[in-house]
């Protein structure tokens, strides 16, 4: 059974880090693309990053680049994703989807976790 589960969120203060983790069970993550997507109280949900399947590139939303570094582990089954200099809006539900490429687009996600919150607050 194709399962994905989150997770590293909690509290930190603006300027923090943390690192999120998703764990593929099922299936290997290696020869799919993993985003991260994120979603804010009242919003909706966006794109944070994702790593491709085919050739580990790499894309990240605008609002996150230079921060976030999104990496696999396949020796674990794992995709990461590395948040530095954390700020109060980065404040989310952060979630790991699987889709057979990269899109900034969450329906092109048919498998999702079931989320892990990142609080960012002083």
């Known amino acids: 059974q194709l399962q994905l589960v989150e997770s590293g969120g909690g509290l930190v203060q603006p300027g923090g880090s943390l690192r999120l983790s998703c764990a593929a069970s099922?299936?290997?993550?290696?020869?799919?693309?993993i985003g991260w997507f994120r979603q804010a109280p009242g919003a909706e949900r966006e794109g944070v990053s994702c790593?491709?399947?085919?050739?580990?590139?790499?894309n990240y939303a605008d609002y996150v680049k230079g921060r976030f570094t999104i990496s696999r582990d396949n020796a674990k089954n794992t995709v990461l994703l590395q948040m530095n200099s954390l700020k109060p809006e980065d404040t989310a539900i952060y979630y790991c989807?699987?889709?057979?490429?990269?899109?900034?687009?969450?329906?092109?996600?048919?498998?999702w976790g079931q989320g892990t919150q990142v609080t960012v607050s002083s």
């Open positions: 099922g299936f290997n993550l290696d020869h799919y693309a």
């Open positions: 989807a699987v889709a057979v490429g990269c899109s900034t687009w969450p329906n092109e996600y048919p498998y």
């Open positions: 790593i491709s399947g085919s050739d580990g590139s790499t």
